[in-house]
């Protein structure tokens, strides 16, 4: 049996590296407001987890991390986002009074017990290397494929099954029926001069504003921007334009002229 | 190297991600952070097989990305479809099941 070196400082180097960027985006991921910076910040963990598997003689696995994790399931997510929209950022009310911080204190608690109970039990125990079992089937890759068409035979089959399962589950769940028939021309002009809303159009953003930019707010008659001008998910983002005081006085002067 | 580093970090990254769990509101957020406990017993079953010195645990971590795979495909399909009749990709707001 190969007794790995002790220490590999280039392995260290990547380990350190590659460990403070995933504890990163870990903590980037749980407390971004939006989901979009969640994604990403997922993303970035599943990168530095890659290079670790790399690291721990797993290239194929590491291979398959960027492959099917940053690749499709990180591209999923950001569709799925993309549909549910940009500004679906999470609320600050509490249905359980106190659950916050009570899931703060037991999670701070299980990273201590966990990393307390395997660090303290781990830490002596040198590793066994995979040299010898790579090289049995002649390097990583064929190894992985010999168990899998041997041992894990039935398992593998089982895998299979449960794809064909998800993909069919994911068109029937993603399928929409229509509930109700369609609204008439007439029912939707009803519910439009009927509603609450103003049944006209909004105004167009960069009207009597200084700027004709599509994230400069209208004015209204007495000089205050109005949001209503500004699309949806431009507004859903933060993206509006500030309205200077002095160009709203500016006009009112060459009115008043 | 000794790969209970690894372990340690694992058990990190596993513990962040179930704080996210637990503290989330956003649907897709939960979601993604189950997606990172996933990833962290992932990282411990690589070390494991260095460790123990055969392949066994890669094959398992294997195995485990292929069922996140397909986990990820219903879930969020069911996020969607959710979306789509609430209006709301808030786990609080799903309390038809209640009663």
Known sequence: MIIDTPTNSGEAIVFWVCAVLSVLGAFGLITSRKAVHSALWMALTMISLAVLYIANAAPFLGMVQVIVYTGAVMMLFLFVIMVVGVDASDSLIETIKGQRWTAILLGLALILILVWGLGSSLAGIPAAGLELANREDGGNVPGIAHLIFTDYLVVFEVTSALLITAALGAMVLAHREHWKPKPTQEELSKARFLGTEHPGNRPNPGIYARHNAVDTPALLPDGSPTELSIPGPLRARGDVAPVDIKDVHAIEEADSL | ?99
Do not use: C, T
Not at chain 2, 17 to 45: P, Q, T
């Open chain 2, 1 to 99: 190297m000794n790969p209970s580093n690894y372990i340690v970090l694992s058990a990190l990254l596993f513990g962040i991600g179930a704080m996210g769990v637990l503290v989330r509101r956003n649907a897709i957020v939960v979601f993604m952070s189950v997606e990172l406990m996933l990833n962290a017993s992932n990282l411990a079953f690589v070390a494991f097989a260095r460790m123990h010195g055969n392949l066994d645990g890669q094959v398992v971590a294997f195995f485990v990305m292929v069922v996140a795979a397909a986990e990820v495909v219903v879930g969020l399909a069911i996020i969607v479809q959710i979306f789509r009749s609430r209006r709301s990709a808030s786990i609080d707001e799903p309390n038809l099941l209640k009663y």
